[in-house]
């Protein structure tokens, strides 16, 4: 991987962690709305040339897991430096815990200046994906501001067993199969993972159920199969509102 030797400054981005494509086509609206450059947080490459980035605006749009920061973002947050930034999490209908009030307790680098939680399709139902962004545009009006000021964001409902067990939780709730009739190990899965999840077409322990290989298979050989526990957990209402600090 080639190594940046110098700083780049004074530029502005969209920076984004997606595993079923519900935070890449947030993240792609920003793109249009404000012609910036974009970061994948999935990609190696992308995602250094971040970390080399100084940014003078930024935009981060990563994915709620279980009420809580991905543990990707929580690591890139220690390196990104950006003057003014906008943090939107997406959010299964469910709850979405406190997340943006976390991330603004340890941004440290800059101001958070606005955020925004996004109720979108839930990674384990089969629903149809959100694809009208038109709330955000507040958001993106007050990115682009001339002199945007930031925001405080309050403290929101977190269960107090969220951080208890997230990994197991996932593992005794969604079981990963593998159609090996339509597998032609391509090893597409295994280079997707971020977290060595998955091993010759099986998910292993270190899976956390992202379904980012079953989401980008392509022959559609991986399937995701949700539990009894979590079939019940996703009988509860949907939560289907907006909210937006600016």
Known sequence: MRRYARVFSKMNGI???????QSKAVAEYFVKETGWDVYDLNQPEQAQRSVYTVFE???????????????????????????????VATYGKMCHGRVLYEIQQCYT??????????????????????????PLLCVVQKTLSQNPGSIVIKKTYKNPFANIGKGFRSRMCVKITTDRSKCINCGKCERECLFGGIKNGKANANCI?????????????????NRLPLRLYLKKKDVSNWYIHI
């Open 57 to 87: 605006r930024a935009v981060l749009v990563f994915p709620v897991y279980c009420q809580n920061v991905p543990e990707v973002i929580k690591a890139f947050l220690k390196r990104l430096n950006a003057r003014y930034l906008t943090v």
């Open 209 to 225: 159920r992202c379904l980012k290989c079953v989401t980008n298979c392509p022959t559609g050989a991986l399937k995701s199969y």
């Open 15 to 21: 920076i984004y962690y997606s595993n079923t494509n």
């Open 109 to 134: 680098a800059g101001e958070i200046i606005a955020a925004a939680y996004v109720p979108t399709k839930h990674s384990y139902l089969k629903e149809e994906a959100v694809s009208n962004f038109d």
